[in-house]
């Protein structure tokens, strides 16, 4: 018989407000002292670890089950992205074929709350054969697994945040925790730098900001606003009106720039009240303009005009020749702002 919907609900007990924020701040609290707790363990275990990680001429191949694979697929990752080339191995799918996988030049992380997942032991004998070492993130450092392992980590917790005391909560923190402990102390003794963290990710807004080149998304040529030194003040605006960058440089004969005309510029010429088809732009122009080198990193333009409070920058080499011009819009297209 088909039971409507309404007769399956069951229905909740009443639960004030206050009772659920108390709730919410007893796991935050609980899982906050489980971290602390990890200080303690960053011991010669640890550094034992990330010597065997630092000296692994293959892969770091992250295994776990359950909740402890979930936790195992974010270290795994964060030790991808963070210079120490990584993937997830699902024990149950190992002895089935997945092992093959695994190298003699690779490393194994294996993470078991318990120490006795029998899927990670299944596999442990084939691991060994290939002369893999073994580090361990447990819960239980007098386990099988803890024994059989180079290193075990511990990562016990007093107790869960869960009040049932069942659900990993608290264990799978600390486990995380460690994790990411692992990978940035490899991060920072490998001399990973900002620029190689965003080779790993070139299609987000960080690859962007990190790698993209002031060369990469300037104006060049004819789109580059230019006027000779002898231009009169209605050239200038008509260049300004041509490229639609809010200025011009303002260059010699040798195509050096010696100075920059902004819109801000033009405001306070006419406040003089000026003839702009006699006055001579060299005299109204800015001549300490504000420049960069078209190596630079775009986000590092950015920051110079932010700093400077200034919307365009002209683009030299390094016989202060103009090669290009860009401005804010220009960063903002290319994802940079």
């Known amino acids: 018989m088909n039971l409507p919907i309404d007769d399956l609900s069951i229905e909740a007990p009443p639960v004030g407000d206050d009772a659920l924020r108390a709730s919410g701040a007893a796991v935050i609290r609980t899982e906050a002292e489980a971290l602390q707790a990890l200080v303690e363990r960053i011991d010669g275990g640890f550094t034992r670890a990330c010597r065997l990680m630092l000296g692994c001429r293959g892969r770091v191949v992250v295994t776990g089950m359950g909740k402890s ?15 120490t080339p990584s993937f997830f191995l699902h024990p149950g799918e190992a002895s089935h074929g997945d092992l093959g996988m695994v190298t003699r030049y690779d490393l194994m992380l294996a993470i078991s709350n318990s120490g006795e997942t029998a899927e990670i032991v299944t596999i442990l004998p084939a691991i060994k054969r290939l002369g893999v070492p073994v580090i361990l993130l447990a819960g239980n450092p007098a386990s099988r697994l803890a024994r059989a392992a180079e290193v075990c980590i511990d990562v016990s917790v007093a107790h869960e945040a869960c009040p049932l005391g069942l659900a990993p909560t608290a264990s799978s923190t600390a486990t995380l925790a460690m994790g990411d402990a692992l990978a940035v102390a490899l991060l920072e003794a490998r001399g990973f730098s900002a620029e190689d963290f965003a080779r790993s990710h070139p299609g987000g807004r960080l690859g962007r900001r990190l790698l993209l080149h002031i060369a990469e998304i300037m104006h060049t040529g004819d789109d580059v606003p230019r006027v000779e030194l002898d231009a009169t003040l209605s ?3 008509m260049e300004m009106t041509r490229t639609s960058l809010g200025m011009t440089a303002v260059v010699a004969a040798d195509d050096s720039v010696a100075g920059i005309f902004t819109d801000g510029d033009l405001r306070r010429a ?24 078209p190596g630079v990193l775009a986000v590092e333009g950015l920051n110079l005009m932010q700093q400077r409070a200034i919307n365009a920058l002209l683009v030299v080499d390094d016989a202060g020749r103009l090669v290009g011009a860009l401005n804010m819009h220009d960063l903002l297209r290319a994802g940079v702002l």
């Open 69 to 83: 694979g979930h936790v195992g697929r974010k270290i795994s990752a964060t030790l991808a992205s963070a210079g």
């Open 235 to 237: 050239q200038a605006l």
């Open 270 to 293: 006419l406040e003089q009240a000026i003839d702009v088809h006699q006055a001579r732009v060299a005299d109204l122009m800015t001549a300490e303009f504000v420049n960069v080198r």
